[in-house]
């Protein structure tokens, strides 16, 4: 799997690339600015980026801003940005542009790094990554939603299914079946108005941006 990143800090990228390497991914090419990142992609093309969100020159949204870019000019390359900070309209912006192969996680999460790297090929394969701490704040801010319709069981599922569980992840983290979480899912699915039509993967993409809607 190749992978490029983009990281202003010299100590933090030299350790990504370290971690990946030896944990059999390709870095392709490391910058520590956007426009380094954008070029970088456009010459590699590769399976997923790796980006900070702030970088030089003002370290404000310049790399979310080169995510969405990425996302418009190259759809097939996934997107991971780290943030030393929990600012989840960066997640909706980029989910509301594109509905796979996005992640969002604090850089404390590298840390991690089993889950720093199933999170990566989640996002690689397709899939997304949002930090816990992300949805807590999510559900710590909701006041008359359009969630307030599901159960607390509900909202749970719904929690996980953002952070990028699996249904058996979720089975596993609720102590549950996973007969039980399909269900609890399908419920979720109809009280949001997602039936028919689009696939089972594309319906829990789309109850994840209700959630992120609802929290901005």
């Known amino acids: 799997m190749r992978i490029v990143i983009a990281e202003d800090s010299v100590l933090l990228r030299a350790g990504l690339i370290k971690l990946l390497e030896t944990s059999g991914f390709e870095v392709a090419d490391a910058s520590g600015d956007a426009d380094g990142l954008l070029a970088a992609v456009e010459k590699h093309r590769p399976d997923a980026v790796i980006t900070d969100v ?84 999510l559900l710590v801010r909701r006041q008359n939603d359009p969630l307030e319709g599901l159960t607390p069981r509900e909202r749970d599922v719904l929690a996980l299914m953002a952070e990028g569980r699996s249904n058996s992840g979720i089975a596993e983290a609720l102590v549950v079946s996973e007969s039980a979480v399909a269900k609890h899912i399908n419920n979720i699915f109809a009280k949001l108005g997602l039936v028919g039509g689009a696939s089972a993967d594309h319906r829990r993409v789309l109850a994840v941006l209700r959630f992120l809607e609802g929290g901005s």
């Open 54 to 137: 702030r970088m030089p020159p003002g370290y404000s949204d310049e790399g979310v801003r080169a995510a969405l870019v990425i996302r418009r000019q190259w759809p097939d390359v996934a997107v991971l940005l780290l943030s030393q900070y929990v600012e989840e309209r960066y997640a909706a912006d980029l989910l509301a542009a594109n509905t796979s192969g996005i992640g969002y996680l604090l850089k404390d999460r590298v840390a991690d790094v089993s889950s720093f790297l199933d999170s990566l090929r989640r996002v690689a394969s397709g899939g997304t990554a949002l930090d816990p701490e992300v949805v807590a704040q």
